[in-house]
Every structure is written in C-alpha cells, then in structure tokens.
C-alpha cells in the first residue's frame, strides 16, 4: 500500500506541475531546448578539451593517459540519479551501492566505502576526507542538468595531482553560468525515489554571468539482506531504515573582468539526514556486537573562488582558493572538518617546442572529533604543501610529444616525497598511440595515525584497532600504453593495458596477545590490532571501450574492464607466524575486493524529433565470494555476478518541456552489489521507476 502510495503521489505531481507550466508554454520564442540529438558528435567528442591529464586544455583525442569523458548529455540519458550512478558510463570505474544512500567507488581494484587511492574534485576542490582518504559520497551531489562533464583518468597521476591519485582522478566539473540562464525546474519521484526537484534561475549582462539554485530529494530505504536481518533480529525481507533526505543550494559568478581575465566565484550549502544501521561494539563494558538503527546527519557548506589570467594564447596564470567545512554525526563517531586550500599554476608560452606549467598549492585542514564509545580520534590540523613542474615537448610537429614531470609533496603525515612520470603519444589523423610510466603515492590519513576504534566483539573478545603513527606511505608503480582509432567519422575505439605495483599496502595486523579488559564484569579480553604496512601487491589488466554512431538517430556505446590482482605480505612479517597469518587473511580480502569483469553496454535511440529511447545494460563477475570466511555467526556474504539493466523513455513535450519516465534494476526486484562495511551494514538495491518534468523559459 505505501508503494502505491508513492505512484500516486508521483503521478499526481506530475500532473499538477503540467497543468501548472503549460500556459507559459506559449510565452517563450527561440528559447533553447533540452533535448540534444544524440550528445555530442564524434568530431566534438575528439576535439572537446581536458583539463584533468595536466591541469592545462588540450584536446581530448590527443590525451596521453586512459582518459574517459562522461558528457552532461550522457549522464541525462542514462537516467541516473546521482554522480555515482553516472560514473558507471566510465570503463575501469568500479561503482558499488553499499545501501540505498552510501556507495563504494574505485578505479582498478581495492574498492571499499572508503576507496583510499581515487582522488575526486569538484571543480577543482578535493572532495575526500584526510581523515580516512575516502568520500562521503552520500554528501557530494549537485544538479545533474548543471554538470557539464565528468572527467574520469584512470591510472596514476600523482605527478599532477598528488598524493591519493594512485589508482585515478574524477574530475567533476560544473558548467559556466553564461551556458545556465533564465529559469529551470525539475521536478520528479517515483516508487524508490519518492521525490526530488531542483529549481535553479540564471541571468548574465554584458561582462557577468550568475545562477542560484535549490535542490532536494527524498530517497526510500533498500530491502534488509537475510543474512543482515536473521543473526541480530532485524525484520528480514523488510524495508531496511537506510532512507535518506537531502537539501542543497548554492550559486556561481562567472565575470569577464577584462578581455584576459576570468574570474568565477561560487559556493554550495548542503544537510543531509541518511538512515543506517547495522552493530556496534561498546568499549570496554560491553564486548559482543549491539544492532542499532539510528539517522546519521551529514551537513557543511564550500566556497570556491578562480582566477584565470591570460598572458598569451599559450601563457596564463590560474589561482584558486577555496575553503571546505563539513560537520557530520553518526553511531561511531562526530567530525568537524576545517579545509582551507591555496593553488597557484604559471602556463608559460611554448618556447623551443617546450610547453612548460609549474604550480605550488598549501592547505590547511583542522579536524575536530566527538568520541563515541566505539571510536576515539583526538583533534588535529593537517598542514600540506606541494610544489609541480610539467614540460610537454613537441618532437614531431602536430605527431609526437613527449610529457614529463614531478610533484614534491610534503604533509603532516608524511615527509617529503617526489612522484615523477613519463609520458609519450604518436598521433596520426585516424589513430594515436601513448605511453606512460609513473609514481605515486598514498600518504597516511589520520585514522590510521590516532584511531582506537572497536572493530568487532564476541565469544570473550574485543578486537580494537588502533592507530600509533607507525604506518608510513604507500608506493605505487605503474605502467600503461594505449591505443585510441578513429577510422572514420562514426567509430572511436581506445584500449589501454596496464601493470600496476604496490609496496607496503596498509591494513590492520596484530603482534600482541589477548589481554584482560580491566574490571570487565565478565572477564573479556582485548585484542589490539594495529595499522601497519602489511602486504605488496600488482594489479594488471585492461580497458576499452567503443562508440559507434550508427545513423543520425541511433547510436551504441560498450565498455569492458578485466582485472587481475595479486597480493602477498611484506617481507619483514615472514620471520612471525602470527603476523604472517594475519597478513595471509588480509590478502584473501582485498584481492577480492573488486571483481575481475565489468562491462556496459548502452543504445540510444533518437526515432523522431521529439522522442528519445535508451537502454543501459551493466554487468559484472562474482567477487567477495570469501572475503571474510564465514561472516557474522557463520553466515557468508556473497556479491554475485550481475547484470542490471536501466531504461529511459524522454520526450520532448514542448519546446521548453522535457518528460523522462526511467527504470533501473529492470531485471531482478532486487539484488546485493557489496558487503558490510565496518561503520555499517548493506542492503539490496531495489528495482526503481520514477518521472521527472524539466522545463527551462
């Protein structure tokens, strides 16, 4: 009764929103329509620029790295809901819904809630949290018609961006206010979506250009796993309490200050209150894990400012300076997060075929912690500062270049270090071919510096860990070639082949024995845990992914990711049995963190001028399959291998009016896509049907 509640809600908002936008519909003369044939071109696609290879444009066809572009067309007709759901158009790009409002999001392997080797930016601003090195991707979002790409580069780029880009960058960049003026609304829900709608108002002048907007959304729970709900007494079968209601707005102000200088401002304010639950290990009083269900509150707000000063059509300076506050509280532990971030890039003219950019970035980043009985952290200021250099040599006018480079980076967590790379790419008319060898590293963040945090309890035990300021950072090598063709106007095909090799991954390893919990009524033990670096380890494999314009209304899109890894403890654990034991679980665990194949396959259809039909199909092999062994009271959690599929209906009802009916998860009412994290437990994604009206005058 409460889902057919919902699809009357829905339907009826529908309604009222047409009946209530259709007399302006006459009002508007030359306006520009939502609808665009089919995204862009291939010519467009090939000449469109990146920025996120070498912080400077250039075009994306002649990329020397595995870049991918989600353009702001795709993730419309891909129906997606949010920029995770988007980012599974990415090849390499592993996106896993952990419950109905958390996802997991990696690029080739060890995905986890909080993937600690994916950089992401926000126009420019690091989204992820030194506190772990992961995103609290249930706290990121923006209006998706305002997204004007997303730039996915897989493989390290740590001499670009620094530490934490190891195994990748999302670069998620908005659009300029000058491309959003006048009004639009958007308005939406359905069975899992229950409701959301956006309204945003833009307007420019000769030198200016401006947009507001408001958002919000209100998000049903998943369905409670029988493993999850039988051993802790949950209402299995039933709508888990992992709902979720999101409120955001902000602005931007693009001003052309002179015919050379471009300066944006712009800022963001969001709330968030996400169901969750899951068990809990009190410290020390209680030892066996406690089921809770509670709403976590997530809220902050940034500002973001950008000046771009042309010296030349080849030289400029871009600063950009930016401030970040978010304030989060769950069961296990409060965070309130300070992040102040200076950048600064010379892009000096080309001088004897040399195209050199140099760059120097500070940030401050303050942490304040709200202990709970499960987690403690003390308070703390993180202090980062880098310096870059990059130099592209053109050998071969318009046909080779050459790019190296090398990022020094020192922070509160580690001392200094140097991530260099090497890059090269032939290109001809119709094919191109690239190479790259580089560095990076994965600094320590503060939970693993100063966290005591209860991991698990039962059976006379308390497993805690704890962080000592042991762990130093991880190494990464990696080493890739591509291949893009192009051999006529309507086919792009790109491979790419890598090797990557990791030196001392950190995890959680024990070397003490079980003590007594002093004046534990029951006499439990303590078993410390502690953070170290643990394990080596190569991931190899490869990426393509093909698009092919079969006629003016049709085209077809394909991906497919293989990925092999290997792990094995570090060597100074060999000569301890105990150690090396425990290390021996923890590769079974990350190796099978991410499955081996993942691959989309999508067609978009155009069959008049006004109707639009596409259907994504998305799968992937069985992974997790004994992550842990048996799980909790000897019940495994298994991800099996899947495919989903999405579908959208859109019509262009007016000139000013676009009607999207979407469904996701098409094949199966629901299904598992990942296993409990330690903060949290899963739960199924449910097959989702909702309507969405956009109108724009």
Not at 348 to 361: D, E, Q, W
Request: some cysteine; hydrophobic content about 35%.
């Amino acid at each position: 009764m409460e889902r057919l509640s919902h699809r009357r809600v829905c339907f009826g908002l529908t309604v009222l929103v047409l009946f209530f936008l259709s007399p302006f519909t006459t009002l508007a003369e030359e306006q520009v329509s939502t609808k665009e044939m089919l995204g862009l071109s291939m010519e467009e696609l090939m000449n469109i620029k990146v920025i996120s290879a070498s912080k400077r444009e250039e075009d994306y066809y002649s990329t020397a790295a595995a870049i991918f572009v989600i353009s702001n067309d795709d993730i419309r007709r891909s129906g997606a809901r949010s920029i995770p759901e988007a980012l599974r158009l990415a090849p390499g790009v592993e996106v896993n819904r952990v419950n109905a409002n958390q996802y997991a999001v990696a690029i080739r392997g060890q995905n986890d809630l909080f993937s600690d080797k994916l950089l992401v930016l926000m126009d420019g601003r690091t989204l992820y949290t030194p506190t772990t090195s992961g995103v609290f991707w249930l706290a990121q979002n923006y209006p998706l018609n305002d997204i004007e790409r997303i730039e996915v580069i897989r493989g390290t780029s740590g001499a670009i961006w620094g530490a934490n880009a190891v195994n990748g960058v999302i670069n998620i960049i908005t659009k300029n206010a000058n491309d959003t003026t006048g009004t639009f609304i958007s308005v939406g829900g359905g069975i899992e979506e229950k409701a959301f709608g956006t309204i945003r108002f833009g307007t420019e002048s000769d030198k200016a250009a401006y947009r507001a907007y408001i958002m919000t959304e209100q998000r049903d729970g998943g369905i409670f796993p029988q493993e999850s709900a039988q051993p802790i007494a949950f209402p299995g079968t039933q709508d888990s309490p992992d709902d979720r209601k999101f409120s955001q707005g902000g602005f931007r102000i693009d001003w052309l200050m002179d015919d050379r200088t471009d300066i944006s401002f712009h800022g963001d304010l969001y709330s968030v209150k996400a169901g969750a639950f899951g068990t809990y290990v009190p410290f020390p009083f209680v030892s066996a894990e406690q089921p809770y269900t509670t709403t976590d509150s997530y809220r902050g707000y940034n500002l973001v400012t950008k000046i771009d000063r042309e010296f030349s059509d080849e030289s400029s300076l871009v600063a950009q300076l930016f401030f970040d506050e978010y304030n989060f509280d769950t069961i296990s532990y409060g965070e309130k997060r300070d992040t102040f971030d200076i950048d600064l890039q010379y892009n000096a003219a080309k001088l004897f075929g040399n195209l050199i950019s140099v760059g120097i970035n500070y940030r401050n980043s303050r942490s304040t912690i709200t202990d709970k009985p499960t987690l403690q952290m003390p308070d703390d200021s993180m202090n980062l500062i880098s310096l870059f250099i990059n130099d592209e040599i053109e050998l071969i006018p318009n046909r080779l270049r050459l790019i190296a480079g090398a990022k020094f980076e020192k922070s509160s967590y580690m001392s200094w270090q140097i991530q260099p790379h090497l890059r090269a790419i032939y290109s001809e008319d119709h094919w191109s071919l690239w190479a790259a060898a580089s560095k990076a590293v994965r600094s320590p963040n503060k939970a693993e510096e100063s966290v005591k945090a209860n991991v698990s309890g039962g059976f006379g035990f308390v497993v805690r860990g704890v962080g000592n300021g042991s762990v130093e950072p991880e190494t990464v090598m990696s080493y890739e070639a591509g291949i893009r063709l192009h051999p006529n106007d309507n086919i792009l095909f790109q491979l790419t082949a890598f090797r990557i090799n990791y030196r001392s991954i950190s995890d959680l390893n024990g070397d003490k024995l079980p003590t007594p919990i002093p004046g534990h009524p029951l006499g439990y033990l303590h078993v410390p845990f502690y953070y170290k670096n643990v394990l080596d380890g190569k991931t190899e494999g490869f990426e393509a992914d093909i698009t092919f314009q079969i006629n003016d209304w049709a085209k077809i899109k394909g991906t497919y990711g293989f990925l092999h890894q290997s792990y094995k403890p570090v060597a100074s654990l060999t000569s301890n049995p105990l150690l090396y034991k425990e290390a021996l679980s923890t590769v079974l665990s990350t190796t099978k963190q991410s499955p081996k194949n993942r691959y989309s396959i999508g067609l978009s259809l155009d069959p008049t001028d006004s109707l639009e039909l596409d259907v994504n199909l998305y799968g992937w092999s069985l992974y997790r399959d004994d992550n842990f062994g048996p799980g909790f009271l000897g019940v495994d959690r298994v991800v099996n291998s899947y495919n989903r599929v999405d579908a959208r209906i859109g019509w262009q009802a007016t000139d000013n009016m676009h009607i999207t009916l979407a469904g996701q998860n098409l094949l199966k009412a629901a299904h598992r896509e990942d296993v409990d994290s330690a903060l949290e437990f899963s739960s199924l994604a449910q097959q989702s049907f909702y309507i969405k009206v956009d109108y724009q005058y």
